[in-house]
């Protein structure tokens, strides 16, 4: 891929949902009834909570409004022409363990945002890190996206390291913008461009 998308017609698509497989990691396209148990599982999960929301309450009881809420989202995901959110599954035991979303796209500035979040069947094992390197991976090389942001909270540092091997690049640091616990935390802005990724696919240690 040339480091310079302006003479390359790339057509970007988010209304196309791909099958991406690696060598730890599938990512796919959401199956409602299959994925069901492991995504009310994260969305109950304190440390899920703790690192996206900023949250140290203990979420509540599972009723049948939340259940309408997470069948309403995760089943209409497919349909969605301006993101692209897919279930990550462990491929050594073809078990759904989290998502990965490519969202908030900007089509005039070939740009959108990326999250991850991982249930504990998935942590410390590098399937967030594969996950991350093929829907980037897929978002600068099929999509022809030239921008991919994300923010990190400061007390998870476990992803911000997954981020950086990926090849995110720190930008700036928002100072103090989470009251956690006793803690003021920051939140951290870090990005990657098509640029970059051309020369490392992922892999910034090998440049």
Known sequence: MSDDHEDTDFATDFSV???????????RPFELERDAPVIREWLTDPEVL??????????PPWDEEAERTMREWYGTRADQPDRLDLAI???ATGHCVGEAVLN?????????????????????????????????????????????????????????????????????????????GEEWVDDHDMAILAPEWARHRGY????
């Open 89 to 91: 599954v462990d491929r």
């Open 204 to 207: 910034p240690e090998l440049a």
């Open 104 to 180: 908030q796209w900007h089509p005039a500035n070939r740009s959108c945002s990326f999250r991850i979040l991982l249930t504990a069947a998935g942590r410390d094992r590098g399937l967030g890190t594969e996950a991350l390197r093929l829907i980037v991976g897929y978002g600068f090389e099929r999509l022809g996206l030239h921008r991919i942001s994300l923010t990190v909270y400061g007390h998870n540092p476990r992803g911000r390291r997954s981020y950086e091997k990926a090849g995110f690049v720190l930008e700036g640091t928002r100072r103090q913008v989470l009251h956690f």
């Open 50 to 59: 703790r690192f996206t929301d900023g949250s140290l309450d203990t979420p």
């Open 17 to 27: 949902k791909p099958t991406l497989t690696g060598e730890l990691v599938i990512l």
